[in-house]
């Protein structure tokens, strides 16, 4: 959703998209590693609290990504396009499926299901759609003061990703957790897809209407990307 506004409020479509294509190749490989090293990115000490050690992670990694986002962009002349990004990053993703994927493992315990409504409108719940809030308001705020290339960034920004796996690293059990890295290197192949077909969707769009039907545009896309749950083995 950050993506399909970034490229809509930011000028040049194109641009934008172009821009988030590296950065989300950045953004798998940063939650790859954060997940396979979580011990070590960064080091901390056993005794830190659950709390602490969930902020420590997630300030260590979002730096990194800073780091990262701002180098692809900066260097985005000069890097290859969308079809050699995804090609690459479709052979890093079968490499790793083929030399380290996990063996499905039988659930030692059937996971508590929480409403839908409860959990957002839980305290945790709340700030995280506040937070989705703030990320918007910013994202146009930027859209209209920066060039396109820095509104694509900062649409790529996978601090909802980059939250939830922080959370899992210090709820969930060492085993469980790992097993996600498997299969986190096939978004950026589905994000550099999705980005691809609705800048060009947007930059056909007529110019009377433009915003309210490139969100039009938006949800119908990603209503066609999305996918019923499949139903539990009998």
Excluded at 138 to 159: D, I, Q, R, T
């Amino acid at each position: 959703i950050l993506n399909g506004i970034g490229i809509l409020t930011g000028g040049d479509p194109l641009a934008v998209a172009n821009s988030i294509y590296a950065v989300v190749v950045v953004n798998g490989i940063l939650l790859f590693m954060a997940i396979r090293f979580v011990e070590a990115l960064p080091p901390l000490p056993a005794d830190l609290s659950a709390n602490a050690k969930l902020a420590a992670r997630l300030i260590v990694w979002t730096l990194l990504w800073a780091a990262g986002a701002w180098s692809v962009v900066n260097w985005r002349d000069s890097l290859p396009g969308a079809a050699a990004l995804i090609t690459a990053q479709c052979v890093l993703a079968a490499l790793v499926a083929a030399l380290a994927w996990r063996a499905p493992r039988k659930a030692d315990r059937v996971p508590e299901r929480v409403p839908f409504l409860a959990f957002w409108l839980s305290p945790a719940g709340r700030a995280r759609l506040a937070l989705f809030t703030l990320c918007c308001i910013a994202l146009l705020v930027a859209a209209n003061s920066w060039e396109s290339k820095w509104v694509g960034m900062l649409s790529a920004l996978p601090l909802p990703g980059l939250f939830a796996v922080a959370t899992l690293s210090v709820l969930e059990a060492r085993k469980d957790f790992a097993v996600i890295g498997d299969s986190v290197l096939f978004g950026p192949i589905f994000v550099i897809a999705f980005n691809w077909t609705y800048a060009h969707i947007v930059l056909r769009l007529p110019a009377a209407g433009h915003t309210l039907l490139g969100l039009a545009a938006l949800v119908l896309l990603l209503a066609c990307k999305s996918e019923p749950e499949p139903p539990p083995p009998p």
